[in-house]
């Protein structure tokens, strides 16, 4: 069966509509708001709880964490390790292209002595450079878009993208990013796994029957 980008969009309705009205209401406060307000705003909504949550957040859009979850997958099904491994490489490449075409600071960088004041996670080390896009909410997204393909139960996809808004969130929480290094991110991680899903799923040969199994039913024939 021919996969269209229609028919891969419509899989992940419940994901698509939620995450266009956040991204209407992602440019309504980045046209509102400056850089810096955005980013003093997040960052003195802190709480013990939020410190204690945030980096084990953050690490779900942790590149180990896509590798981990490949190599679980192909306990279970080759084809959808197939399309999280090469989906995952695809767009944190391309990420990290974009990282260094831009070459933009990080929030330490760029404010310099007016974080004298502001809140620190202990513990969670501080990078400087290459802040634009962030490349963790690129995976998260990743990962919500492909799970949200493939549960049975679509209305999973609103938890999901929860999930990947969370992660990019605690990414501007950590002082790690700043707002529109996220939002770029998210629509990285989203645009390029749809495009990538239409593509390799379409592949004759990922469509036969070997392919649909994993190591387990291998391993037990």
Known sequence: MEISLITVLR??????????????????????FTRS????AVNGLNSPVADFLAP????IGNGWTAVATVLIMILFSYR???????????????????????????PQLYFGDKLKHAHFVKGVYI??????????TVTAFTLAVLFSYWCRNKRWAIVFLLIAV?????????????????????VIGFVLT????????NGGFIQKPGWQKGLLASLYK
Request: net charge positive; aromatic share 16%; hydrophobic share 50%.
């Open 166 to 186: 969370l992660v990019g969130y605690s990414r501007m929480y950590l002082s790690e990013h700043f707002f529109e290094d996220v939002v770029a991110g998210s």
């Open 80 to 106: 959808k390790a197939l399309i999280l491994a090469t989906a995952y490489t695809v767009t944190s490449l391309s990420a990290q292209i974009v990282k260094y075409i831009f070459d933009l600071p990080r």
């Open 127 to 136: 990078l400087s450079f290459n802040s634009f896009p962030s490349g963790h």
């Open 37 to 40: 307000e955005i980013y003093f």
């Open 56 to 59: 084990y957040i953050t690490d």
């Open 11 to 32: 899989r992940i309705r419940w994901m698509v509509i939620p995450y266009l009205v956040i991204l209407v209401i992602c440019l309504v406060i980045k046209l509102t």
């Open 194 to 201: 749809v495009i990538w899903l239409r593509w390799l799923d």
